[in-house]
């Protein structure tokens, strides 16, 4: 007789479980690169807009080209200011999903080591019929003689 662990549908359950909630952590974590990298193109962005700007003032301009260049930095730095209220929001879905995450973990670990035991404990009896077995064989020929 093979060996069946009585809560396998359970535990299959719990590692899709599992599985689902590492899948979404990722994405977050995913997310979370793209603001970052986002974030940081912006701020160069900026950078290089105050350094134009600079420049700008360096020679005779319109008002109107100095104050383009002026606007286009403020919404810049709106986007950039978006952005990082956005990743203090997937921060807070990171650790979220993290807890989910280990709790989906605990539960589904918890099962496979009952799987575990169980498996040793039935190749343990399996173990000791087989060798009865063959103490039986052995002592019934020793009898034989």
């Given at each position: 007789?093979?060996?069946r662990f009585t809560l396998a549908t359970?535990?299959?359950?719990?590692?899709?479980?599992e599985k689902r909630e590492e899948?979404?952590?990722?994405?977050i974590l995913l997310e979370m690169a793209r603001v970052r990298r986002e974030i940081e193109r912006i701020t160069a962005e900026i950078?290089?807009?105050?350094?134009?700007?600079n420049r700008a003032m360096q020679n005779p301009l319109p008002a109107s080209?100095?104050?383009?260049?002026l606007n286009d930095t403020e919404t810049a730095a709106e986007r950039r200011r978006?952005?990082?209220?956005?990743?203090?929001?997937?921060?807070?879905?990171?650790?979220?999903?993290?807890q989910k995450y280990q709790a989906a973990h605990r539960d589904r670990q918890m099962l496979s080591d009952m799987k575990a035991?169980?498996?040793?404990v039935y190749e343990q009896e399996r173990a000791r019929a087989t060798q009865k077995v063959l103490d039986d064989?052995?002592?019934?020929?020793?009898?034989?003689n």
């Open positions: 007789m093979a060996f359970v535990l299959r359950f719990r590692e899709s479980v899948l979404a952590l990722q994405r950078a290089a807009a105050h350094e134009a700007r080209y100095i104050q383009g260049l978006n952005l990082v209220q956005a990743l203090a929001a997937l921060e807070k879905q990171h650790l979220l999903q993290t035991k169980k498996r040793d064989i052995f002592a019934a020929r020793s009898h034989r």
